[in-house]
């Protein structure tokens, strides 16, 4: 279901339009807080070669890091589904939950009370000005949609997931599922 407003919660599907756009072509971005000050997302389709353990050794476990977006990438963010174990959590929307208590949820995962399908680590997150979304809707960089997913976004969202939700579009959308993603190269 295709909203026009984008509100926290909502997923931004990137335009099959924004080609050189390395952050952002042919991503999914969870919005994880939209406000009068601003937005703030994670690109849940861009995973990097680099495990939770690489980055904080003391992590014994090999979930995958994603790229969250261009802004502050040298920080680690995290969003869950499982706020009833880690302490402070702020609800997103539809069970979806960012941060928390991090020495909890680090002992967690030691312990293996959380698997990949209740968490995701990003190296930095998506960030928009006042307005600046609204403006790249304007210019229809983005569509906007609804996590019908739910708290199973994690398990679901993969490398594939920028090509289902463009199916699910519909119309014109469906021949550019299949386009390369550098147009150049067909």
Do not use: C
């Amino acid at each position: 279901m295709i909203s026009t407003l984008p509100k926290k919660g909502h997923l931004l599907i990137a335009e099959p339009s924004i080609l050189g756009d390395v952050s952002f072509n042919r991503s999914v971005v969870l919005l994880a807080e939209h406000n009068d000050e601003g937005s703030i997302g994670f690109i849940l389709n861009k995973p990097l070669n680099y495990t939770i353990n690489d980055l904080l050794p003391e992590i014994e476990s090999s979930f995958k890091i994603y790229n969250g977006g261009p802004v502050e990438q040298d920080n680690l963010y995290f969003i869950h589904n499982i706020p009833d174990i880690i302490p402070n959590s702020v609800e997103i929307s539809n069970g979806i939950y960012w941060g928390g208590d991090f020495e909890t949820t680090k002992q967690l995962i030691n312990e293996g009370r959380i698997t990949k399908n209740h968490i995701r680590f990003f190296l930095g997150y998506s960030g928009w000005s006042v307005n600046q979304l609204e403006m790249e809707m304007q210019e229809n960089s983005w569509i906007v949609a609804e996590n019908t997913l739910k708290n199973k976004l994690l398990s679901k969202a993969s490398t594939l997931f920028w090509k289902e939700k463009i199916i699910e579009q519909g119309g014109e959308y469906v021949l550019f599922s299949n386009a390369p993603e550098n147009p150049m190269l067909n």
